[in-house]
């Protein structure tokens, strides 16, 4: 829980990496910090604020642009997926999943939106949708 003598700036740098490392609503975060929601949500959209994401999530773009390959990979073999296969493929649903949610923080999106509505944890659209979305945000290539 926050200090009431926080500053603004302390504040927003918490809710960055709160947002990064942990996935949880912004609700949830807001209620860890012991700001209100719609403090929590207007700390997230503000430019500072994503400044900050930015930059901690620029400290691993080497391994986003590879943990997009390999969620693109996952993808695949999720498509040709056999009853019979030893993968789990729950789990690699899972971890695609995640990757969508890192790209759309690189996006400036936070885990609900500002309806105050928590998001699914999924990424919603077709492969060529999700490809799209990663060159929008890194303006990269997918194949390596």
Known sequence: ML???????TRRKMLAAKVVSTGKPLSKIAEDLGVSRATASSDFNAPETKG??????AKHDMRIDAM????L??????LVAMK???EDHAARLRSVQE?????ELREGKSKDDAKDVAK???????????????????GGDYRH
């Open 68 to 71: 997009v390959t390999k969620a």
């Open 73 to 78: 990979d996952a993808i695949d073999g999720g």
């Open 120 to 138: 699914p944890l999924r990424f919603d659209g077709t492969l060529e949708e999700l490809l799209q979305l990663y060159k929008r945000t890194t």
């Open 84 to 86: 019979d296969d030893r």
């Open 3 to 9: 200090k009431k003598t926080m500053t603004k700036t």
């Open 52 to 57: 900050y994401i930015r930059a901690l999530l």
């Open 99 to 103: 990757a969508a949610r890192v790209l």
